[in-house]
């Protein structure tokens, strides 16, 4: 398949010095535009109102039980997939805690172009202060 993806941070530089910008696969392009989600507040981008992940603004509201805020990233994340990132299907989300200020998101899927299977693994550090 051919690299038709701008990769991301788009270095604008090389453009205007008449070079090109970098292309990448669809699995790299997927898995950026992911980590572009889970990092984005909701209403961040004028343009797209609800895009971003709401676990940045909801955490000062859940008890930090373990399980209610695992799968509560679960299906927020689920449904986030389903709504931004139409290259991908068949998922299985999975989130665990290493301690207190970190999450790991691990993500597996396949390509709905050439239906190749991938993983992903997110390590989302959290301030400790959203937890108190």
């Keep these: 398949m051919q690299n038709k993806y701008l990769q ?7 453009l205007l010095n008449g070079g090109r910008l970098s292309r990448i696969h669809v699995k790299d ?4 535009h992911i980590w572009l989600l ?6 961040e981008h004028s343009h797209k109102p609800a895009y971003g992940f709401p676990l940045w603004e909801q955490t000062l509201r859940i008890n930090p039980n373990s399980q209610l805020l695992k799968s509560h990233i679960e299906l927020s994340l689920q449904q986030y997939l389903t709504q931004f990132e139409t290259r991908m299907h068949q998922f299985n989300i999975a ?3 290493e301690n207190e200020n970190h999450i790991t ?11 190749q299977e991938f993983n992903i ?5 959290v301030h400790p202060l959203l937890y108190k």
């Design 38 to 43: 889970v990092n984005t507040y909701q209403g």
């Design 95 to 97: 989130v665990s805690f």
């Design 121 to 125: 693994d997110y390590q989302l550090l």
């Design 8 to 14: 991301l941070p788009l270095q604008l530089n090389e």
């Design 29 to 32: 392009s997927i898995k950026q």
């Design 105 to 115: 998101i691990s993500l597996k899927g396949c390509t709905v172009y050439c239906n």
